[in-house]
């Protein structure tokens, strides 16, 4: 099979559903600087700047630093940083598939090996944006000095670097600035960021015109991304794609057909990222608060809520609980019952959001594997759905029905029957699952004294202020709902527990 070439006609035969390279984008000059190579920003990102390219809108490219030196063969080198990404889902009810030739990115350099041929590229008069994805712990603070030659340890330092070599040969104006655009998966990421290079800078006794440049002469936006990229296919779908369009990819990624990367920002941050326009699912507002708060209450809230239900009834995966009848029945109800009403949002917004997660569970191509879910599922419950069980008792002066079945799931789920060594494990047909919960020491506490009266189980942890930020027994009716669900899923299953409420409802 050929290796895949970025300089040849990739696909022979015109197809509507393969979007190949303009020959003119492999010339492009280089706009945007990344820090990371992770599947997220290729297939997210990325995506973005390909698609704006491949319309003549953006007619830019992307220099990637990675943080550590390449070890055997570069995939990226050996591609000329091309590479394949496969588009699969669903999307208006209807199944998507395409495939995208992606030339975004003109190179690939290492922070560790290249960091002389990194800090050069500061003065390229071409260059104005800065991205990156350094997962959640890249964002701290650490107290480094800088040293001349030597690459920062962290990536708050490197860009720090960066942006003092920026400032020392084009000087200090706002037109030599850079809109920077963080991805990390925390609150005011651009903020975040913002503040800890600064405080960086202080720490390196830099002088106060630098310090003032980096804070008014470059804009730090926070955003949001949201888009399932699992990376590369399972190989029987690899084999079939190398069938499909004759060579071989080692950079093949695959994603949903969803994508959001929220931008917050005005006109000015528009204007610089040209690729924007290419995309709708590239949003930049003034205030993107809306789009975090469906996202973490519609899209990860409905999660939460649904998953140990299926579970306890003997599904699998996210796609297992979509096709049992029942199951799915409970998700969509829950969700557009209880969860859009409740949440803070515009509602139109927020009932297309939820049409679209609920595509997004179908998806075929996705495999989500529910027990996933239930990492710190504690945590997870309080921070996404206590607010919404509260804005529903508002609203309708007693507690939402379904979901405090879902919620009664996630007590029987969370019920410690063995632990070992601090590992704790719950029993489902005779067989142990992990409770990876920070909390499961507590849920094991309640779930010792239970013989066969759920309440004081239930009264007990709803009681749990650490938990619950309040305790959850003074909400409505909404602990009798609870200690009868979790009577029912102990003697009855999960399967009639659900047939019933669903019944009733």
Request: charged fraction near 20%.
């Amino acid at each position: 099979m050929a290796q895949l070439s970025p300089h040849i006609a990739l696909i022979q035969e015109p197809n509507r559903n393969i979007f190949v390279p303009l020959e003119a984008s492999f010339n492009y000059p280089e706009k945007i600087l990344q820090f990371g190579t992770g599947v997220l920003l290729r297939g997210l990102i990325d995506f973005f700047v390909d698609k704006a390219n491949k319309q003549g809108l953006f007619e830019g490219r992307i220099v990637i630093v990675k943080s550590m030196a390449s070890t055997g063969v570069d995939d990226f080198a050996l591609q000329g940083s091309v590479f394949t990404q496969q588009i699969k889902g669903i999307e208006h009810g209807e199944l998507v598939e395409q495939t995208w030739i992606n030339n975004s990115i003109s190179r690939v350099l290492s922070a560790q090996s290249q960091w002389a041929e990194i800090l050069n590229l500061a003065s390229s008069p071409d260059l104005s944006i800065i991205v990156s994805n350094t997962t959640e712990v890249g964002i701290q603070y650490v107290p480094e000095l800088l040293q001349a030659g030597q690459p920062p340890v962290s990536f708050p330092g490197k860009l720090l670097a960066f942006l003092l070599a920026r400032y020392q040969n084009q000087g200090g104006t706002k037109a030599q600035g850079f809109t920077i655009v963080p991805t990390e998966l925390i609150v005011g990421n651009g903020t975040k960021l913002k503040e800890i290079v600064l405080k960086l800078a202080t720490h390196n006794n830099l002088d106060a015109e630098f310090l003032n440049w980096v804070a008014t002469g470059n804009s730090f936006c926070n955003s949001l991304v949201d888009r399932i990229v699992p990376g590369k296919p399972m190989s029987d779908v690899v084999k079939a794609l190398e069938v499909e369009l004759g060579y071989d990819d080692n950079l093949l990624i695959m994603s949903e057909v969803y994508r959001l990367w929220a931008i917050e920002g005005g006109a000015e941050v528009r204007q610089a990222l040209g690729f924007a326009a290419g995309d709708s699912g590239v949003v930049i507002s003034e205030d993107i608060t809306p789009f975090r708060e469906r996202k973490l209450r519609l899209l990860n809230g409905v999660h939460t809520i649904s998953v140990a239900l299926a579970y306890l009834a003997g599904k699998e995966t996210v796609l297992d609980m979509m096709t049992d009848p029942e199951l799915a029945q409970f998700v969509e109800r829950v969700a557009h019952e209880e969860f859009v009403p409740s949440v803070r949002v515009d509602q139109a917004s927020a009932t297309t959001f939820s049409n679209e997660v609920l595509d997004r569970f179908r998806n075929p191509h996705i495999v989500h594997p529910l027990i996933n879910i239930t990492l710190q599922y504690s945590s997870k419950m309080a921070m996404r759905n206590v607010q919404t069980l509260l804005n529903y008792v508002a609203d309708h002066e007693k507690a939402p029905r379904l979901f405090a079945l879902g919620f009664a799931a996630y007590l029987v789920f969370s019920k410690v029957e063995a632990e070992r060594d601090g590992n704790y494990f719950g029993i489902r047909k005779q067989a142990e699952y992990p409770i990876k919960d920070d909390r499961a020491a507590v849920l094991a506490k309640h779930w010792a004294g239970y013989t066969n009266d759920a309440a004081p189980v239930v009264r007990g942890l709803l009681a749990e202020q650490d938990i619950w930020g309040l305790d959850l027994n003074s909400v409505a009716d909404f602990a009798d709902l609870v200690i009868a669900d979790v009577a029912s899923l102990l003697s009855d299953g999960a399967a009639n527990t659900l047939r019933h409420v669903l019944s009733i409802k």
